[in-house]
């Protein structure tokens, strides 16, 4: 089946450094995406892996590996802003759809 | 720009009732769409996607429904509501990265 694992929550401080797991089960992949969501609001597109390796936008960089169906989110100077959940997604080549995760819940705290 | 247009943005409906989230999307054609429910704390359940007009698969069988009558309008429908539709759904269409969607605002159901 298809599937994404992560952490229910998180908790650091601000300044810090975090980083978010995911592993996933799938038969066919195109790659994984990242999504922020606070809370009330509509999630938004962060980044996406389709090659092994570090992508880096900022503050955040994303991290995949294929072969162990893993990747991760990593979030650096983290700000109170940064409060929210965080999501995994993959889309398989059986349907042009993403496949969420059930998300991360990262709290920052002062 | 390019923009997905949600409504009502929240509304509170019996058990048993009709139901019609409706989305439509400004500058760009020809978009994949896509209606997902987030209950309360959770992830996103994918529900319907299209590829075109009138293109429409489902991925969880229930008493929802979902319609594309123009290539840039798509909706969801209910006849009769379950306490269990409510949720946050949100339409999305696919942007020009794999693995990009864009979502609107979301339309809060509460089924009472």
């Known amino acids: 089946g298809q599937s994404l694992e992560q952490p229910s929550e998180v908790t650091a401080v601000e300044g810090a450094i975090v980083q978010i797991n995911c592993t996933y089960q799938?038969?066919?992949?195109?790659?994984l995406s990242w999504y922020q969501q606070h809370d009330g609001g509509a999630p938004t597109f962060l980044s996406y892996n389709a090659l092994d390796g570090l992508e880096e936008t900022g503050r955040f960089s994303s991290f995949l590996s294929r072969s162990d169906s893993y990747g991760y989110l990593l979030l650096q100077e983290l700000q109170m802003k940064d409060s929210a959940s965080y999501f995994c997604?993959?889309?398989?080549?059986?349907?042009?759809?993403?496949?969420f995760g059930s998300g991360t819940r990262l709290q920052v705290q002062p | 720009s390019q923009t997905i247009h949600q409504w009502p943005a929240t509304l509170v409906q019996p058990v048993g009732s009709p139901l019609s989230l409706e989305c439509t999307v400004e500058g760009t054609s020809n978009p994949n769409l896509y209606w997902y429910r987030q209950a309360a704390g959770r992830g996103l359940q994918l529900l319907f996607y299209?590829?075109?007009?009138?293109?429409i698969s489902s991925e969880v069988p229930q008493n929802l429904s979902a319609s594309r009558p123009q290539d840039r309008q798509f909706i969801l429908s209910s006849k009769k509501l379950l306490l269990s539709d409510s949720g946050f759904y949100l339409c999305?269409?696919?942007?020009?990265?794999?693995?990009?969607?864009?979502f609107g605002e979301g339309s809060r159901l509460t089924v009472l």
């Open positions: 999305a269409r696919h942007g020009a990265v794999t693995g990009e969607l864009f």
């Open positions: 299209s590829v075109g007009i009138g293109q």
């Open positions: 799938t038969s066919g992949f195109y790659g």
């Open positions: 997604a993959f889309e398989d080549t059986g349907r042009r759809a993403l496949t």
